[in-house]
Structure formats: C-alpha cells, structure tokens
C-alpha cells in the first residue's frame, strides 16, 4: 500500500513540475510557508476528498470539477487549429450527457450512498484526464458508439417523426396565445 501511494505521489510530483498557473500558484505557496508544493498539492487533493464525503455542497464542488475544467478545455479546443482535441472533448460531452441521464433516473437511490459524490468526481476526472485509457475513450468505444451504430436508424427516423410533429403544431400556433 505505501508503495502504492508513493508512486501516486511521484506522479502528482512530476505534474508539478510541469509550468503552468497552478504550479506557480504552488510554488508561491511553498516560497511563503516553507511546505512543498506537493504536499501543499497532496493537501489539497484530500480536503477536496473529505469535502465530497463530508461538506456542505459537495454535489455543487463535484458537479464543478467534472463541468468548469472540461468546458475550459473544450473552448480552448475549439480555438485550436487542430481537430483531434475537437473530437476528445466531444466524446467526453457524449459520455457526461449519458451518465447524466442514466443518474437522473437513479438519483433517488444514489444520494444514500454515502461516498456517492466522492465517486461521482473520481469517475468524471478519470472521464477526462490526458491519458489514452481515461473513461472517455472507454466508455465511448465500448458502450456509446455500438448502441449508436445498431440504433441509429431508429433514432433518426423517431428524430424526424417527432421534428414533423412539432412543426405542424408550431404551423398552427393554437398552442400560443398572446392578449
């Protein structure tokens, strides 16, 4: 187990070497108080953790984490000049909108479980770190794009009988009435 820990710790360490706002953020931190930044890092990683078991607000905190970063890096790459980024952050949009669903309907039962969020934050960062085995890429190719493949005939067809349902009401605009 210590060994364990050690090499997460020797991988958060050699992200922090890396230049960046947060890093210099850390290292201003460590220059004031005499801490090294990764455990200042280590620190902040396990309050984040007792606050998603714990705190007031953890499915706000959780909900961030898994929305505020990736919609960052999606702009970002839309910005860019590149597509493969483009369709990274696509595929992670695809995976949290059906995760989304799929917890909208179990809600009920998984606010009880009393590690949920913590779960919750540690399934959407996997979802979405820089790696070629994250969740995005797992979850996608194994689940998502299948159903797509064998259904999408189906979901287009309902698409199109649902979109000419709503234009003949919209044609008809009894639905509206302004006094």
Request: aromatic share 16%; glycine share 6%.
């Amino acid at each position: 187990m210590a060994a364990l820990v050690q090499s997460y710790m020797d991988a958060l360490d050699k992200h922090l070497q890396e230049k960046n706002k947060v890093t210099e953020i850390l290292q201003l931190a460590e220059e004031k108080t005499g801490v090294k930044k990764l455990y200042i890092a280590a620190g902040g990683i396990v309050l984040t953790g007792l606050w998603l078991v714990f705190g007031y607000g953890a499915q706000l905190l959780c909900n961030l984490i898994g929305f505020v970063y990736p919609a960052y890096a999606s702009v970002k790459a839309i910005e860019s000049s590149q597509s493969d980024d483009d369709t990274k952050w696509l595929m992670y949009w695809v995976v949290f909108a059906c995760f989304n669903c799929v917890e909208f309907f179990s809600d009920i039962l998984l606010n009880w479980f009393p590690l949920y969020w913590l779960v919750k934050c540690i399934f959407l960062i996997w979802c979405f770190l820089p790696i070629s085995a994250n969740g995005t890429n797992f979850i996608y190719t194994k689940f998502v794009r299948p159903f797509f493949l064998k259904h999408q005939g189906a979901i287009d067809n309902t698409l199109n009988k649902v979109g000419n349902i709503a234009g003949k009401v919209a044609e008809k605009g009894d639905f509206i009435k302004f006094e």
